[in-house]
């Protein structure tokens, strides 16, 4: 068994464990605290200033993650035991180099690389180990993707091989369509602006019944599963999730199968023998009741919200003590909640251009139950996820209900 030991509790002392969180949005923002509730010294890194993760960690730094020489410059004035990835755009040959030079990057370089990109990930996953997935090709041109999309027939999805979070997609219903598609993929990737041309995934519209959200963790101990995560998502980002999600016990058993092995399968090509840490493993549950495998996440999950209030140790807990070298297991990551009662999280999100003042958190708060996470982002220009309000209720449905309305009952202005 491998074992870690790193110094804890001297944050400002002389050998203090430093972790580098490379992305200080809201997940970044509760891993920080995780960390810091263990003694971690935590430098919290973003492209701008007074990101949520940064406004709880001891240091922070603004750095465009995605300029390779910026990133390089960042690590060596930092000098970090751990690197934590928490966003995409991230210059991923310099992780490759840092771990070789003896930091851990959680839960490893390749790893990082490759669920960040579409094309690597579904290789392995389709083609390595076998996974249910649906049927997709790839194409490096305008040309390719009219004839994948001609094979893989209509409507069709396409999205470029490097992005989240739905930006660059487009569902294409008709072959008079794929023009459209392909310049959206290409202006809405991550790194657009760098003048090159993104590869593309041109994947069949399923027949979908619903989306589900298997937390799944590697640590010393081996690899566990969370209780699935049920979500409502809107235009690509999450908006609602909770726990149980109440499945079918087939889909349970397959669901946990596929999560397993994906997970399992990116540990065993890490590179290392410390590739720990908390995985989101997206999957679709199809009309039919099949399960197919979507894509992973190396870190927590937005719809992982939800186990601040559903499990005594929430999916940021989970990251901290498996990237220190603490064994998870399967009691580690049940649910916690009473019999015969359910957890659900909504996302709080505000429109409009300024700063966001929230107002009568005593009112929202009045009900025992639930609970409010503010993420506190400087400033809304458009329409942004600023909270997450928590609820416990009788089932599902309640406790939806209880967390939309604890939402709601915060007054939020625009300054």
């Not at 690590?75 to 840092?98: G, M, Q």
């Amino acid at each position: 068994m491998t074992k870690i030991d790193c110094a804890l509790g001297t944050p400002n002392g002389k050998h203090p464990t430093r972790a580098l969180l490379l992305g200080s949005g809201e997940l970044g923002k509760e891993v920080a605290i995780s960390l810091t509730r263990l003694g971690v010294r935590v430098i919290a890194a973003d492209s701008y200033a007074d990101a949520p993760a940064q406004q709880v960690a001891h240091e922070a730094r603004v750095v465009d993650m995605a300029n390779a020489d910026a990133l390089r410059a960042l690590i060596a004035d930092v000098r970090p035991d751990i690197i934590i990835p928490e966003v995409e755009a991230i210059a991923t040959s310099v992780l490759e180099t840092a771990e070789h030079d003896g930091v851990r990057v959680v839960p490893s370089a390749r790893i990082a690389a490759t669920c960040m990109d579409r094309e690597a990930l579904r290789t392995l996953a389709a083609q390595e180990l076998g996974l249910p997935t649906t049927p997709f090709r790839f194409a490096g041109s305008l040309d390719e993707l009219k004839e994948a999309a001609g094979a893989i027939g209509f409507p069709c999805v396409v999205k470029p091989v490097m992005s989240s979070s739905g930006h660059g997609q487009s569902v294409v219903r008709a072959a008079d369509g794929i023009e459209d598609a392909w310049t959206a993929a290409q202006q809405g990737r991550r790194a657009h602006d760098e003048g090159d041309v993104s590869r593309v995934i041109v994947e069949r519209l399923v027949d979908l019944d619903y989306e589900l959200t298997m937390l799944t963790v590697s640590s010393v101990a081996g690899v566990v599963v969370c209780e699935p995560i049920g979500q409502r998502q809107q235009d690509g980002d999450y908006r609602d999730s909770w726990q149980p999600a109440n499945v079918a016990a087939d889909v349970l058993e397959e669901s946990r199968r596929i999560a397993h092995a994906v997970v399992e399968g990116l540990v065993a090509r890490a590179g290392t023998d410390t590739a720990w840490g908390v995985f989101g493993v997206e999957l679709f549950v199809l009309k039919d009741g099949s399960v197919l495998f979507n894509e992973v996440s190396p870190r927590p999950h937005d719809t992982g919200m939800v186990t601040m209030i559903s499990q005594r140790l929430s999916e940021f807990d989970l990251h901290a003590r498996a990237m220190l070298g603490v064994p998870v297991k399967d009691g580690h990551v049940a649910l916690d909640i009473p019999k015969y009662t359910a957890a659900a999280s909504h996302a709080i999100v505000v429109e409009g251009h300024g700063e966001a003042e929230f107002h009568d958190l005593d009112e929202a708060l009045a009900q025992p139950g639930v609970d409010v996470r503010v993420f506190a982002k400087p400033k809304v220009d458009g329409h942004r996820r600023m909270g997450v309000a928590l609820a416990l209720g009788a089932d599902v449905e309640e406790a939806r209900v209880r967390a939309v309305e604890t939402a709601q009952a915060l007054q939020i202005s625009i300054v």
